[in-house]
């Protein structure tokens, strides 16, 4: 079994900033790609930013120059580095992972997710 242990939301104002991790533990091999996505109120989730496990880069339009991913392989943890948030950036947070198991089958998880809200 593995879990996805997510820490680092909050309430903030417009303009400041937070940190969210994400930690991987259990039965694990390799982490492939691990990822950001989130979802507000009344809307679908959609994905923030992804990294695989050679540190390639994906960010949605809407927080390019804003926020960076980054992980730490030997950890097995995710890293979300959130600047310049705004309103819109309000959501819950999730974290997740391609996660290869020491049955060496590869499977999805999901954090149990973090608000993140941003007061104007």
């Known amino acids: 079994q593995v879990q996805l242990s997510e820490s680092g939301g909050g309430l903030v104002q417009a303009g400041e900033s937070l940190t969210l991790s994400c930690a991987a533990s259990?039965?694990?091999?390799?982490?492939?790609?691990m990822d950001w996505y989130r979802q507000a109120p009344g809307k679908q989730r959609e994905l923030v930013a992804a990294?695989?496990?050679?540190?390639?880069?994906n960010y949605a339009d809407s927080v390019k120059g804003r926020f960076t991913i980054s992980r730490d392989n030997a950890k097995n943890t995710v890293y979300l580095q959130m600047n310049s948030l705004k309103p819109e950036d309000t959501a819950v947070y999730y974290c997740?992972?391609?996660?290869?198991?020491?049955?060496?089958?590869?499977?999805?998880?999901w954090g149990q997710g973090t608000q993140v809200t941003v007061s104007s």
């Open positions: 997740h992972a391609r996660v290869v198991s020491t049955t060496r089958l590869q499977y999805h998880y």
């Open positions: 259990g039965n694990i091999l390799s982490v492939n790609v």
């Open positions: 990294i695989t496990s050679a540190d390639s880069t």
